[in-house]
């Protein structure tokens, strides 16, 4: 499976962004998926997990109430809504996939990152 995730850029505090990560090479639907982020100089986190039929979602307390996680697996994409957005959200966000747990941090693919980039 291959993982494209697109989406990023800058923005204003405050603001939004909408991530995508498409699949190919196989269907999204046997797996969990998350969404990583990696600043710099930082260790890569979890910031949004989902289940593999979507009726189970986890956020970090540092994200939770901000992104939002959904699936949509007949288009195998999943998407990271992000709203009011901090300067400490800026970095690097990949997204994965994994046949059993997505959030040890340790999944089976791993998508390309795409820079988001929040100014104060």
């Known amino acids: 499976v291959q993982l494209q995730a697109s989406g990023g850029g800058l923005v204003q505090a405050g603001g939004s962004l909408r991530l995508s990560c498409a699949a190919s090479?196989?269907?999204?639907?046997?797996?969990?998926l998350g969404w990583f982020r990696q600043a710099p100089g930082k260790e890569r986190d979890v910031v949004a997990a989902?289940?593999?039929?979507?009726?189970?979602?986890y956020y970090p307390d540092s994200v939770k109430g901000r992104f939002t996680i959904s699936r949509d697996n007949a288009k195998d994409t999943v998407y990271l809504s992000m709203s009011n957005l901090k300067p400490e959200d800026t970095a690097v966000y990949y997204c994965?996939?994994?046949?059993?747990?997505?959030?040890?941090?340790?999944?089976?693919?791993w998508g390309q990152g795409t820079l988001v980039t929040v100014s104060s």
């Open positions: 994965a996939a994994d046949s059993l747990v997505i959030t040890d941090g340790d999944p089976d693919y």
């Open positions: 989902i289940s593999r039929i979507g009726d189970g979602t």
């Open positions: 090479g196989g269907t999204l639907s046997r797996y969990a």
